[in-house]
């Protein structure tokens, strides 16, 4: 079984950077599309960044295009998300999804979640 969690997230100032983790603590085989998306309070959950199942394909949000990497580890079952000139707009808790088809923009999409990450960047 699927089991996601996050790490990494932390308080910042605008410009520092920060590195997301997620694990399948599970250890489930196989590859997996995974993504990332957050939700500030009072907000809509919003996609950030996806990488298909077989890592040929990476999408991003227009809002943090040349600035955010995803990325794969397949050796550890672990997706990242490299978030650099960071903004107090990027504020929100982060979590990542995992589908063994799906691996795009659309969250109802996808089949696993973590339990997210807080992200707090200070003017």
């Known amino acids: 079984q699927v089991q996601l969690q996050e790490s990494g997230g932390g308080l910042v100032h605008t410009g520092d950077s920060l590195k997301l983790s997620c694990t399948d603590a599970g250890r489930t085989t196989g590859s997996y599309g995974m993504g990332w998306f957050r939700q500030s309070p009072g907000k809509e959950r919003e996609f950030v960044a996806a990488?298909?199942?077989?890592?040929?394909?990476?999408t991003y949000a227009d809002s943090v295009k040349r600035r955010f990497t995803i990325s794969k580890d397949n050796f550890v079952n672990t997706v990242y998300l490299q978030m650099n000139n960071l903004r107090p707009s990027d504020t929100a808790v982060y979590y990542c999804?995992?589908?063994?088809?799906?691996?795009?923009?659309?969250?109802?999409?996808?089949?696993?979640w973590g339990q997210g990450t807080q992200v707090t960047v200070s003017s």
């Open positions: 999804a995992a589908d063994q088809i799906y691996g795009g923009r659309d969250s109802m999409k996808y089949d696993y």
């Open positions: 990488v298909s199942r077989s890592g040929d394909t990476l």
